[in-house]
């Protein structure tokens, strides 16, 4: 079964950024502390990325 839901487009570019942080992004070339602190940020707008995704699904099903 394949569910479909419409993305916006910061919901996507936050998601872009996400993707480009945890794979292109080497550590060695920002600090720790930077790079948590990135990742942290990054989580907040994913799970309210997820939250709106959830709702629209519940509202299709």
């Known amino acids: 079964m394949k569910l479909e839901v419409d993305v916006s487009v910061e919901e996507y570019n936050s ?15 920002i ?3 930077n790079y948590i602190n ?3 940020e990054q ?6 990325i997820y939250e709106n ?7 299709q099903i």
């Open 43 to 48: 989580e907040i707008d994913l799970q309210n």
């Open 15 to 29: 998601l872009s950024k996400i993707v480009y942080l945890m794979n292109f992004l080497l550590p060695e070339k």
């Open 53 to 59: 995704l959830i709702f629209k699904i519940e509202n």
């Open 31 to 33: 600090s720790i502390e």
């Open 38 to 40: 990135l990742l942290i």
